[in-house]
């Protein structure tokens, strides 16, 4: 099977017909309590629910995103976009701010490297399509 399906099967992926406008059909995950996090929740069918604080849980958010847009690579472009935009979102207000506490959160592990593919990836479609625009 090639990797988006084996990543498809891994992750609770709404169907495009029931998913609304705007929306991602892979659930962005949330904190079990934003001010002072133990755990976060993501669209595993495996377990949903992992310990922010624990060595096993090391880099689990960027371990997800891998698994994510591994499964997005046979849907569509604006289905990938809208699930960056909303990954990114969250990641920039309720993650990155624990980032700069005292308090070490090992699920946290290299989040700014997501952060900064999907600003670099934005920024490659952006000259893009402005380089289309051009001509």
């Known amino acids: 099977l090639p990797r988006c399906h084996i990543a498809c099967k891994a992750i609770y992926v709404t169907s495009k017909e029931s998913c609304p406008q705007g929306q991602s059909r892979i659930a962005i ?3 079990d309590y934003d ?11 495996s377990r949903n629910l992992y310990s922010l604080k624990t060595a096993a849980s090391s880099h ?8 994510a847009r591994e499964c997005l690579v046979d849907m569509s472009g604006s289905e ?11 990641l920039l207000s309720s993650v990155v701010p624990h980032l700069y ?3 070490w959160y090992p699920g946290f592990g290299s989040v700014m490297r997501i952060v900064q593919t999907i600003n670099e990836t934005e920024i490659s479609v952006q000259r893009q399509v402005n380089n289309v625009n051009d001509t």
């Open 60 to 67: 689990i958010i960027v371990r997800f995103y891998i698994l």
């Open 35 to 45: 001010l002072k996090p133990g755990a976060v929740a993501l669209p595993l069918k």
């Open 80 to 90: 990938t976009e809208v699930f960056n935009n909303l990954f990114l979102r969250w």
């Open 101 to 103: 506490e005292s308090t």
């Open 29 to 31: 995950p949330y904190l």
